[in-house]
């Protein structure tokens, strides 16, 4: 009797197991811009019943749908999706990413816009996108005269980044 039950065990979690994510699928289809057949296969694997998904699995399918979104042109729904990582995931792999389109998706809303660009610059030390956000906040303070914040944070950005090639900009920025 006890060989019946162990078989049928296996089967039973065989039938329910499911496959592991395949991440390197979901960044080329990604890349090759099908953002449709992405959409439709992260939706799944976030909805398939008793999904083991990590929370990293779970931050790489909903940043892809979010960017799938944004790219698709589907600008709220992407909106909607990047707020939801920035909320569940806030020290997440992604979060610099998320921020900087969120920047980018409000962008007309200055005040709205600038929170992000602060907290680009602020939380995601020496990555480009850090670098980026400085110099976006830098030049806002520029626009808004506020001089001597421009000049800290372009000061910033020298003494973090060294500049070597990236943007002799804000060494002239500096001299404004």
């Known amino acids: 009797m006890k060989p019946v039950i162990g078989t049928i065990l296996i089967l039973f979690l065989a039938l329910t197991s499911y496959p592991a994510i395949d991440r390197a699928e979901i960044e080329t289809l990604f890349q090759n811009q099908k953002y449709a057949i992405l959409l439709e296969k992260c939706i799944t694997l976030l909805n398939r019943p008793a999904a083991p998904l990590s929370s990293e699995d779970k931050e790489f399918l909903n940043y892809h749908i979010a960017a799938s979104y944004q790219k698709s042109g589907n600008l709220q729904i992407a909106k909607s999706y990047f707020r939801k990582l920035e ?4 020290n997440g792999r992604y979060i610099p990413f998320v921020y900087e389109a969120l920047a980018e998706l409000n962008r007309k809303n200055r005040v709205v816009w600038l929170s992000y660009i602060r907290k680009l610059a602020s ?3 020496k990555t480009p996108e850090a670098f980026d956000a400085n110099m976006e906040l830098g030049k806002e303070y520029i626009r808004q005269r506020k001089f001597n914040y421009a000049i800290n944070t372009f000061e910033k ?10 943007n002799p900009e804000s060494y002239i920025l500096l001299t404004m």
Request: aromatic share 12%.
């Open 87 to 90: 909320k569940s995931y806030p």
């Open 123 to 125: 939380g995601s030390p």
């Open 157 to 166: 950005i020298v003494n973090e980044w060294g500049m070597g090639n990236r």
